[in-house]
């Protein structure tokens, strides 16, 4: 009995610690076939609204699951480096765009383009969900089987867990406008590669600058790191404000963009939520700052 309890407790140890070591090597995604929803982001956001803390740094009880949170790296401020462009859109595609002025002529273009494989594999186009008219965009990865059967972004495990981050500050997905970095799902739910994320660049430049929020809630490393053009680790981004910035011909824009933790991984590692929270409520401060 004494041995078990040793060799348990060892293998406890080394599983935190490897743990820690993917978490800090930027591995922020894991596939799981049985998720846990997380059911207790019932905080008090009042509470923390009402404190006196800098809006970057809000000090916040977090939801009770987030106590034991394994070590994580020392999140310093983040200096995104450029990555090299995969793929460059080519200026056809460019000049397709930049006359758009509407998010249904835009929607229409997606529709009619053939240069991106993942279309003929998907069943549905995944535009946007939410507001139009809404101050905060929120920008994921790719639609899974749930969004392409339905057409619709974060509809599926992940969405139901947006929906609670969002309804944690008060949010719905009628007081936000949610898209995603790719508009087909990838086969199988792979990653988005580099080179399909920089054809579908001006695509998305263009949506951000038409939809023309005040803010954007980039969630994930895929979309973080394709917003920002950054080789940063989503761990070392989240927690503080990038500046986001076109890079194509097609808009010229520059936003306030938060780095958060992606809800699907978050079903897989529940005890992040903590950090999750902290992003909303410096994101929340932050869009009602703008909108006074
Ligand atoms: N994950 C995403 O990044 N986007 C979706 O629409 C669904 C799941």
Request: negative net charge; contains cysteine.
């Amino acid at each position: 009995m004494e041995i078990a309890l040793t060799i348990q407790e060892t293998t406890k140890k080394e599983l935190i610690e490897a743990l820690s070591w993917q978490v800090e090597m930027g591995c922020d995604e894991a596939l799981l076939d049985d998720p846990t929803l997380a059911d207790d982001w019932q905080v008090s956001l009042d509470q923390v609204m009402a404190s006196n803390t800098a809006a970057q740094e809000p000090v916040i009880s977090p939801p009770s699951s987030a106590q034991a949170q394994p070590p994580l790296a020392q999140l310093s401020e983040p200096q995104p480096q450029t990555s090299p462009i995969a793929n460059p859109p080519s200026d056809k595609t460019k000049d397709s765009i930049a006359h758009i002025t509407s998010l249904s002529e835009l929607k229409q273009s997606l529709s009619d383009f053939e240069g991106c494989d993942l279309k003929r594999t998907a069943t549905n186009l995944v535009f946007s969900d939410g507001d139009p008219a809404a101050r905060i965009m929120i920008i994921g990865e790719a639609p899974g089987k749930d969004e392409d059967r339905m057409g619709v972004p974060f509809v599926g495990k992940a969405g139901q867990l947006l929906d609670q981050m969002l309804a944690s500050v008060k949010l719905d997905r009628q007081s936000v406008y949610i898209a995603n970095i790719m508009p087909w799902r990838p086969p199988g739910n792979r990653p988005p590669t580099a080179e399909e994320i920089e054809m579908m660049r001006p695509f998305v430049e263009k949506h951000i600058s038409l939809k023309a929020p005040d803010i954007i809630l980039a969630l994930g490393g895929t979309a973080c790191k394709a917003l920002l053009q950054s080789d940063v680790g989503i761990m070392k981004l989240r927690g503080k404000f990038q500046q986001y910035q076109t890079i194509t011909n097609v808009a010229s824009l520059s936003l306030p963009m938060m780095p958060c933790l992606h809800p699907g991984f978050l079903l897989r590692s529940p005890q992040h939520k903590g950090l999750v929270f902290q992003d909303l409520v410096a994101l929340r401060r932050k869009a009602d700052a703008i909108g006074q």
